[in-house]
C-alpha cells in the first residue's frame, strides 16, 4: 500500500458496515495521513446488511472521525455505499434518504486533485529509455512536478548535459504540453547519454543539490533500522 499511495493523491477506505471500524481502517486512514495524501474518501460498504441503518453509519462516522482527528487530513469524506446493490456508487440511493451527500462517482470525478501540484518546477525522473528501433529514443517517466512544451531547454542530471524537448508523446499521441501527473515519453533534439534514474529539469530552473535530505521513511524490513548504520538510498 505504501508503494502505491506514495503517487496518489485521494485514498478510499473501506469499511464493512457489520464490522465497524477495525484497526486495518485505522492503519489505512494512518498511512495515507502519513504520506500526506490531501483526500481520503471512508466508504461505508455493504449498508445492505445492516438494513441501511443511518445509527450504524452514524456511530462509524463518529468513530472514525475522531480518530481522523488527530492526524493531518485535509479533506475527510464519508460515503454509506452497497458496491454488491450499487447503493450511492453511481446513482443516489433510495435506501438511504438520510443521506444528503454525493455518490463515490460523482465525487471522484469532480474532486480537485491538482490544487496540491507543483506546476512551476518541473522535475521528471526517467524511469525508462525507450529505443524500439534506429530512428528512435525516447525517456519514458511520470512527470512528478511543473510542466513542460516542445522546444523549451532543458538539463539532464547528474550529467550537466543540456538538450531541448523534441516531442512529448503519450498514450494519446504527441501533446503541446505535460504537466504534474502526466506519464510522458520525452525525446531530445540531441543524442546525450541519458538513463534510468536521471532527471530531466528545465535549464532555468534547477533543482538544489545536497548531500543530505530530510523526509518521512517507511521502513519495511523485518530486521528494525539502525540508526547507526550506513545504508543505499535508491530513487
Not at 74 to 79: G, M, R, T
Not at 123 to 138: I, Y
Request: glycine share 6%.
Amino acid at each position: 500500500m505504501v508503494t502505491g499511495a506514495s503517487t496518489a493523491e485521494l485514498a478510499i477506505v473501506l469499511i464493512d458496515a457489520r464490522k465497524g471500524v477495525l484497526t486495518q481502517s485505522k492503519r489505512h486512514g494512518f498511512l495515507a495521513s502519513l504520506l500526506q495524501l490531501p483526500h481520503i474518501i471512508v466508504a461505508v460498504n455493504k449498508m445492505d446488511l445492516v438494513d441501511y441503518s443511518q445509527d450504524v453509519y452514524d456511530k462509524i462516522v463518529e468513530e472514525y472521525t475522531d480518530f481522523a482527528s488527530k492526524l493531518s487530513i485535509q479533506n475527510l469524506i464519508f460515503i454509506p455505499i452497497s458496491a454488491l446493490r450499487g447503493d450511492n456508487v453511481v446513482d443516489k440511493s433510495d435506501n438511504t434518504p438520510w443521506y444528503r451527500g454525493s455518490t463515490l462517482l460523482h465525487y471522484l470525478e469532480n474532486v480537485s486533485v491538482g490544487a496540491s501540484r507543483n506546476l512551476v518546477d518541473f522535475r521528471f525522473p526517467v524511469q525508462m529509455v525507450l529505443r524500439p528501433h534506429q530512428d528512435f529514443r525516447g525517456f519514458a517517466g511520470q512527470i512528478s512536478s511543473g510542466s513542460i512544451a516542445p522546444d523549451e531547454e532543458v538539463v539532464v542530471l547528474p550529467s550537466g548535459r543540456e538538450s531541448r524537448i523534441k516531442s512529448i508523446a503519450s498514450f494519446d499521441g504527441d501533446l503541446a504540453e505535460a504537466a504534474a501527473g502526466d506519464s510522458v515519453t520525452l525525446t531530445l533534439t540531441d543524442e546525450i547519454d541519458v538513463s534510468r534514474g536521471d532527471m530531466i529539469v528545465r535549464k532555468k530552473n534547477l533543482p538544489t543539490v545536497s548531500n543530505r535530505i530530510e523526509c518521512i521513511l517507511c521502513w519495511m524490513n523485518e530486521e528494525p533500522l539502525n540508526p547507526n548504520a550506513s545504508y543505499i538510498l535508491q530513487h
